[in-house]
């Protein structure tokens, strides 16, 4: 089975700003791994996903994510952050060449101030 | 592309009754799931079908919960009679391939 953690339930920064958001994960089979945005009263929506190749992926709004296998972790990062970037932030993971249920994380609330 | 579609969008029920959300998914997505979404954490899968089979039911509490996708397009969930504790956002999702699924606006159940 797998697991993820988020270890920042709400991170506060101000616009402009850098920001990361931390995502560890457990498993014992190969994963793919991916970050999920959530606007207040919507749905998911993807954001990014890692399946294979290069371990950096970047999403079409300015985020990245790194796959780190030996630290095994998924950050997402983008250099400087938009009020509208404000959300909650999931990680998700699935075992590769299963059935494609993801796990998810228990989301980080990102707050960006003016 | 239309999205997926859920409704209602809101519900509120006394605890002991009954309620149904429904869903219908992107156009040719065979795949269909149901995830509860419980204030403060992840969502958590319920049920999956592939067209109009369960692929997984594992997490769905049976003595309670229903869900139904007839002709392998629109699915129902149903929950009979609502606990205090099925208060959550109930989320529908689909997907084609195996490794993306595309959310609805989910359903936002208050349970007094």
């Known amino acids: 089975a797998q697991s993820v953690t988020q270890l920042d339930s709400q991170v506060p920064v101000f616009e402009e700003a850098p920001v990361e958001l931390r995502c560890n994960y457990s498993s014992s089979v190969s994963v793919y791994l991916f970050w999920y945005v959530q606007y207040p009263n919507q749905g998911l929506q993807l954001l990014l996903k890692?399946?294979?190749?290069?371990?950096l992926v970047e999403s079409i709004n300015g985020f990245e994510a790194e796959f780190n296998k030996s630290q095994t972790s998924f950050h997402l990062r983008k250099p400087s952050v938009h009020i509208s970037d404000t959300a909650e932030y999931f990680c998700?993971?699935?075992?590769?060449?299963?059935?494609?249920?993801?796990?998810f994380g228990r989301g980080t609330s990102l707050i960006v101030h003016p | 592309e239309a999205g997926v579609a859920q409704s209602p969008r809101y519900k509120i029920i006394e605890k002991r009754q009954s309620v149904a959300f429904w869903c219908n998914p992107i156009s040719g997505h065979a795949t269909l799931y149901w995830y509860q979404q419980i204030l403060g954490q992840g969502p958590k899968l319920l049920i999956q079908?592939?067209?109009?089979?369960?692929?997984?039911d594992s997490q769905l509490p049976k003595d309670r919960f229903s869900a139904e996708r007839l002709k392998g397009v629109d699915s129902t969930l149903k929950i009979q009679p609502a606990k205090l504790e099925d208060s959550a956002v109930y989320l529908c999702?689909?997907?084609?391939?195996?490794?993306?699924?595309?959310f609805g606006p989910g359903t936002r159940l208050t349970v007094l």
């Open positions: 999702a689909s997907s084609a391939s195996t490794d993306t699924q595309y």
């Open positions: 079908f592939q067209n109009n089979g369960v692929v997984d």
């Open positions: 998700a993971v699935t075992r590769s060449g299963g059935s494609y249920i993801p796990t």
């Open positions: 890692y399946l294979s190749g290069s371990t």
